[in-house]
């Protein structure tokens, strides 16, 4: 009975490579986020899509691409992976009234 | 753009009250959250207020707006050590597809 789920949980890989994080939503919400908490726990939005179509997009390296095929999902695919792309990633959903958005569990990204 | 500052520290005994304060710079501001994130948890909506409210109560849970100031604060009554994690506070504003701005989030030790 997740709301919000994330795979991997860990992923640790080494640098030029491409990764994806899944992300999935059973709550019939709208809208759906990629946030990056970084070392020092600062959590900074990436990306939100609204009904498959992007909404937010903020300023993040064209090496990040969040894809979403259907409303309960958005993918995080990640290119030529670098050092400081190393943090926690975290998808999230809401719907469009209310303002609350509930988070996944988190995928921790390491870049070696 | 949109600022939201806490103190990243606080330290309190078992038994008293924990008192955690944000401020932000957004006048549009239409929603205030507080989340929290155990360790190796991703964030949990604790409560949220909207800007048109003055406090909100919820069983261990206090939350005082101060809109003039732009300051809320979390205030978390008999705290246990089960409330030691970080404690994020958050804004939206009404222009959109729920944009939150998160502040760098205080790390709450209850010490027993």
């Known amino acids: 009975d997740t709301a919000v789920s994330q795979t991997p949980k860990y992923l640790v890989t080494q640098m030029g490579n491409d990764k994806s994080i899944k992300c999935e939503q059973n709550l019939g919400h709208d809208t759906m986020y990629w946030y990056k908490q970084d070392s020092k726990k600062f959590l900074k939005i990436m990306f939100s899509?609204?009904?498959?179509?992007?909404?937010i997009n903020e300023t993040v390296p064209n090496r990040f691409s969040p894809k979403s095929p259907d409303k309960a999902h958005l993918n995080l695919h990640i290119n030529s992976l670098e050092l400081g792309d190393s943090a926690v990633y975290f998808c999230a959903s809401s719907q469009d009234e209310g303002g609350e958005q509930y988070f996944g569990p988190g995928t921790r990204l390491t870049v070696t | 753009g949109e600022d939201v500052e806490q103190s990243l520290f606080l330290s309190v005994r078992e038994g008293d009250s924990s008192v955690i304060n944000c401020t932000y710079t957004?006048?549009?501001?239409?929603?205030l959250y507080w989340y929290k994130q155990e360790p190796g948890a991703g964030l949990q909506l604790l409560t949220y207020i909207f800007s048109n409210m003055d406090m909100k109560q919820d069983q261990r849970l206090t939350v005082l707006l101060n809109k003039k100031d732009k300051h809320l604060s979390l205030r978390i009554a008999d705290t246990q050590t089960g409330d030691s994690a970080i404690y994020f506070c958050a804004e939206s504003d009404n222009g959109g597809y729920q944009k939150v701005t998160f502040g760098t989030g205080t790390k709450l030790q209850v010490i027993p």
């Open positions: 899509y609204n009904n498959k179509e992007l909404i």
């Open positions: 957004d006048s549009s501001s239409t929603y």
